[in-house]
């Protein structure tokens, strides 16, 4: 579903559009524009297409699990091999250099 009369916008629309987001548009981007504004305004139209049902019933309170999922935390090193890298290490725990630090 396109916005109430966006397909019939002119040249003169446009620019009108583009002035009141700041942006400079000259006579001969006018063409490309229209094409690039109803190619956006197409595609917009077809997310009223997605199916809201099955993602209702995912059994997941929101939907924003299909953009990100949950991060998995998992140790890249176990604790030995950690230290054993370490340039420091105090009471299992790997001491960092102070960078703030006067010398």
Same mark, same amino acid.
């Not at 504004?37 to 309170?61: N, P």
């Given at each position: 579903?396109?916005?109430?009369?966006?397909? $019939?916008?002119?040249?003169?629309?446009?620019?009108?559009?583009?002035? $009141?987001?700041?942006?400079?548009?000259?006579?001969?981007?006018?063409?490309?524009?229209?094409?690039?504004?109803?190619?956006?305004? =197409?595609?917009?139209?077809?997310?009223?297409?997605?199916?809201?049902?099955?993602?209702?019933?995912?059994? $997941?309170?929101?939907?924003?699990?299909?953009? #990100?999922?949950?991060?998995?935390? =998992?140790?890249? #090193?176990?604790?030995?091999? #950690?230290?054993?890298?370490?340039?420091?290490?105090?009471?299992?725990?790997?001491?960092?250099?102070?960078?703030?630090?006067?010398?």
């Amino acid at each position: 579903m396109r916005p109430d009369g966006f397909d $019939r916008k002119t040249g003169a629309d446009l620019l009108e559009i583009g002035a $009141r987001a700041a942006l400079e548009i000259h006579a001969d981007e006018i063409a490309a524009l229209a094409v690039e504004v109803q190619r956006v305004v =197409a595609f917009v139209a077809t997310l009223a297409e997605l199916d809201d049902e099955a993602l209702a019933s995912s059994g $997941r309170d929101d939907s924003t699990h299909l953009l #990100l999922d949950d991060d998995i935390v =998992a140790p890249s #090193l176990s604790r030995r091999e #950690l230290l054993a890298q370490a340039r420091e290490h105090a009471d299992g725990l790997v001491v960092a250099p102070n960078f703030g630090a006067e010398p």
